[in-house]
């Protein structure tokens, strides 16, 4: 079964504002939502739980630079981005 993802009003502000810093990862941000969708767990995306103050979330990787932190919620088949950028950025 798919998940489906919820996009909150200050997450599409967050990923507006960076793809216009970084139209060149458009591509790659929009296969990474879609693989999401369909496989949370799948290998190229490097999903893993964080630790500390962040422990809420988990990260996915866009590319080698870049990461989308999210909420991920296994119980509703729903994920929920949180912000996005590059791995000091998020984290």
């Known amino acids: 079964m798919k998940y489906r993802t919820i996009y909150t009003e200050g997450y599409n502000k967050r990923a507006r504002k960076f793809l216009k810093k970084h139209p060149d990862v458009l591509k790659q941000y929009e296969k990474t939502l879609s693989l999401l969708e369909l496989n949370p767990h ?7 739980p964080l630790k500390g103050k962040l422990s809420d ?18 119980t509703d088949k729903a994920i929920v981005p949180v912000d996005i950028g590059s791995h000091g950025e998020v984290y």
């Open 42 to 48: 799948h290998p190229s995306l490097r999903t893993h």
């Open 57 to 74: 979330l988990h990260s996915v990787s866009i590319n080698m630079s870049y990461r989308i932190t999210i909420i991920f919620l296994i």
